[in-house]
């Protein structure tokens, strides 16, 4: 039985095209996922189980903090790209009106609102954030239950200042997957089409939703499949796959 953690990369919605239906194939699968949920509130829905078989636990951004003030899980990305652009000395005001709509940028919304408490926090806390993901792998190998972790973004592990491949044995694994850079290397310019990005599986193409499942097969079911994920699926116009899961 897999229980499953994550953000939009594992959500789930019995779709056949994708990597948690072919790991129904072998046995029951559970999803606790949700589009912008952090690793925080992963770990949270984690340790309200009080049992499991197999898991698998998404790595999400270690800046995506779950704010109480948030309208949702999403609008934790606008409260760091606020805080960053404060730092940098720009016009928040500017800077809002300029960003995407509704993803929580909104002059006077909750996030700009409450932009000097997100500062403090992410200036005083700063060390541990880094290290999050780090400590996060320490509790789940300290579980002591077949555990294979993921990474959705490029520079989750990189702040870490040990060996974090160290931890990885018969029973534990972290796989830097960076499955962002997988969702953008799809393109041959690495520039996402939202025509296409709307309408695919957790932001990746078929092609890769069967790499990510022979990641997963070769840790738990020790069989030797391609981890090689593939690039440039699409040159600039691509066909539109299956249904798109976040919000």
Sequence with gaps: MFWIFGDSYSAYNNDLHCWQSKLKEHEPVFVEAEGGRSTYDSLRELQKRSSYDKVI??????????????????????????????????????????????????????????????????????????????????????????????TTEKNILEDIPYDWKELNDEKFKIVDTQLREVCGNEFHDGIIRQEIEQNR???????????????????????????????NIYQVDGEQVDKFIYD
């Design 57 to 150: 636990f998404l790595l999400t951004d270690k800046t995506r903090l779950p704010f109480s003030f948030i309208d949702k899980p999403t609008h934790s990305g606008a409260a760091y790209d606020m805080y960053k652009a404060y730092k940098n000395g720009d016009n928040i005001e500017e800077f809002c009106n300029e960003a995407e709509i509704g993803e929580g940028y909104e002059v006077g919304g909750r996030v700009h609102s409450n932009l000097e408490s997100i500062t403090k926090i992410y200036d005083t806390f700063d060390p541990e954030i880094k290290m999050w993901p780090f400590y996060t792998c320490l509790f789940l190998k300290w579980l002591n239950v077949k555990t294979l972790v993921l």
């Design 201 to 231: 599986l957790n932001h990746l193409s078929y092609p890769n939703h069967e790499i990510l499942y022979n990641i997963i097969s070769n840790f738990f079911y020790d069989t030797n499949l391609s981890e090689e994920f593939i690039s």
